[in-house]
């Protein structure tokens, strides 16, 4: 009976794992879309429409006004940076999701194998 319950635990752990590699290619192929994008800007003159100067601000509690804060020219460097920065946290994302569904399972796998819940052991 526990081997069918922890083989049901990790059948499940690994459907979880088959969804994030899922999403994993889903992430990579459309940074591999934006990746081409900003390549073929690059090679054309077109960089104006993707190129931009753009202002920060907020609106003060204290005056009412609007006060700007920061300013950025963008470029396609920069876009590609932004981007390949954006990239790393999805994937930062997918990596504590797998943790989080490994964690679910080895604390679900303890409890069946000892009738122990595993939160009530002290850390060391």
């Excluded at 319950?5 to 990790?10: A, D, F, K, R």
């Excluded at 931009?52 to 920069?78: H, M, V």
Aim: proline share 2%; glycine share 2%.
């Amino acid at each position: 009976m526990r081997n069918q319950i922890i083989s049901s635990l990790y059948k499940e752990f690994l459907e979880g794992l088959a969804d994030l590699n899922q999403i994993q290619q889903i992430v990579n192929r459309a940074f591999e879309r934006e990746f081409t994008t900003l390549e073929n800007y690059n090679d054309s003159t077109k960089t104006i429409d993707i190129v931009t100067q753009e202002a920060y601000a907020f609106d003060n509690p204290f005056t009412g006004k609007l006060e700007k804060y920061a300013f950025r020219d963008t470029t396609i460097e920069n876009l590609k940076q932004l981007t390949f920065w954006h990239k790393n946290s999805q994937y930062c994302w997918l990596l504590m999701s797998a943790y989080e569904k490994f964690e679910s399972f080895i604390k679900s796998a303890y409890k069946e194998l000892t009738g122990e819940d595993p939160s009530d052991l002290k850390k060391c």
